[in-house]
Nanobody
Framework: VQLQASGGGLVQAGGSLRLSCAAS????????MGWYRQAPGKQRELVAV???????RYADSVQGRFTISRDNAKNTVYLQMNSLKPEDTAVYYC?????????WGQGTLVTVSS
């Protein structure tokens, strides 16, 4: 499984970005898909996950500001990020969670200026 993340960039605090992650496989719809992030000097942390049937879960720090969604017809998962804060600055990674393996994309950098 190859995952291609895109949509990162530089945005001012309070702004919005939408990240996309396209998967190159036909079994996408059965995967749990997730977004994680890693800020400089910190460990990678969960941002949001979405199950194959659309159930979502969010980190407390992004609840109410970020929305994860998926389009199974396009093999793509999205992360809509609103009301961005400087502490959201990180490299954002998507992953595909299968029963016996987790696949990671290459990451996309999000920088939020104050």
């Amino acid at each position: 499984v190859q995952l291609q993340a895109s949509g990162g960039g530089l945005v001012q605090a309070g702004g919005s970005l939408r990240l996309s992650c396209a998967a190159s496989e036909s079994g996408f719809s059965s995967n749990v898909m997730g977004w994680y992030r890693q800020a400089p000097g910190k460990q990678r942390e969960l941002v949001a996950v979405i199950s194959s049937d659309g159930i979502t879960r969010y980190a407390d720090s992004v609840q109410g500001r970020f929305t994860i969604s998926r389009d199974n017809a396009k093999n793509t998962v999205y992360l809509q990020m609103n009301s961005l804060k400087p502490e959201d600055t990180a490299v954002y990674y998507c992953n595909a969670q299968k029963p016996h393996k987790i696949y990671w994309g290459q990451g996309t950098l999000v920088t939020v200026s104050s």
